[in-house]
């Protein structure tokens, strides 16, 4: 097979053809390669390529030989730059430093594993950039680089995504590699924890998802993640914070996370929405005085039904229904009383959960039925969380703490790619936040100016 490559492009395609092209300003590639292989010569080696039953693909494929050429002439021409004279140069006697033979290594391309020879020099001063030292992986884009780290967003792990690659690519990468690969985005995932934020949020939301963490025993760990809205209805993926116990944080806590957040920009949030998280409200009330703490009602009445026979479910509902859509806290207050003296007797936890929930669930009763409508309605959020366990699930479980951050870093910015989802969240807010700037008195207006 090398022998076609070698013989079709012999005399056409050499370092010296390729830098005058490239050297002629800006050409992209399908200008380079006009100039440099012409129709008479790509034809010419399409047809001795069917000739000799070559694959274009795969492993020994004609591709693979197209990209070992094309890096071994690149480094050489980096050699030749790097000596000061060409290969068999007289100039180069006696020079000092000169050639000192080659070695040969395997690098991953987007057309598969292909060994190049690699020049060498005496004094070992030569750094190819093409090929530079230690690198194994040369792609760029959606390369293997980028099937690695989607794969690994998925939750699978470096051995699956190993397997997977040779399955269907036919390379061989080691797990090693994919773990140097995916370890790359630990230093993205820092910046973005740390960027700033926007300085007023209509709305924050807090959840928290669970991740199965190998610390010594396998413990159930909460990492959380806070969500805002910005002024123009725009959805803000602020951080993760991974949860120091089991059984939920303190106050101490939430705190940290919430001084963080006012660290980075934020000097206001109207409203933080949660699942009745310990000790939140208190850290609330404390990092913004005048934030309103909302208890998620999706998170409630999911709560509710995990206390009940499935049977009644569809009869809880309904009966929960006029206690979150009342027209007024009392009104609440007084169907709430409704509901009680009908199930209290059977689930008494249940009327103990709202009980202890009312304070944080009944502030938005009083606003209008539009902030009311976007507080109820948590689709957005769930579908983020959705994405979220499948990447979780898919793993099991994690060796560490940073590796399950990393798992949910990447698959939080995996989302959305064709930012269809964006446009509709933006969309769906727009009558809340009018109705966020009436009710605030204006504090989403001094935002935007």
Known sequence: ??????????????????????????????????????????AALAARARESGLALLGEGGLMQQLVKRFLEASLEGEMDAHLGYAKHDPAGRNGGNSR????????????????IEVPRDRDGSFQPQIVRKRQRVLTGGDGITGIVLSLSA?????????????????????????????????????DWQSRPLDP????????????KIRDGNVVNR?????????????????????????????????????????????????????DGLKGLPD?????????????????????????ASRRDWPELARDLKPVYTAPSAQAALDRFAEFSDKW????????????????????????????????CTTNAIESINARLRRAVNARGHFPNEQAAMKCLYMALMSLDPTGRGRGRWTMRWKAALNAFDIAFEGRLSLARN
């Open 1 to 42: 097979m090398t022998s076609v490559v070698e013989e079709t492009t012999s005399g056409s395609v050499g370092t010296d053809v390729v830098g005058e092209a490239a050297g002629e300003g800006g050409l992209s590639a399908q200008e380079l390669l006009a100039q440099v292989l012409d129709d008479k010569t790509m």
């Open 100 to 115: 000192n033979g080659r070695r040969a290594k395997t690098v991953v391309t987007a057309v598969g594993p292909v060994q």
């Open 154 to 190: 998925k939750g699978l792990t470096t051995g699956e995504i190993a397997a997977h690659l040779a399955e269907v690519y036919g390379t061989s990468v080691s797990k090693e590699t994919i773990s140097a690969i995916t370890d790359r985005v630990l230093e993205s995932m820092a």
């Open 200 to 211: 007023v949020y209509p709305v924050i939301f807090i959840d928290a998802i669970r991740v």
């Open 222 to 274: 909460p990492i959380y993640l806070a969500i805002g809205v910005t002024v123009n209805g725009e959805r803000d993926l602020l951080g993760l914070w991974a949860g120091e116990h089991g059984d939920g944080e303190g106050a101490k806590f939430w705190h940290r996370v919430l001084s963080e957040i006012k660290n980075r920009g934020t000097a206001d949030v109207l409203m933080l929405v949660c």
């Open 283 to 307: 850290a609330v009330n404390a990092v913004w005085p005048k934030t309103i703490v909302q208890t998620c009602i999706v998170h409630l009445l999911r709560n509710s039904f995990r206390y």
């Open 344 to 375: 209290e007797r059977r689930y008494p936890a249940i009327v103990r959960l709202w009980t202890d929930a009312w304070a944080e669930f009944v502030p938005f009763l009083d606003f209008d039925v539009e902030i009311r409508k976007i507080i």
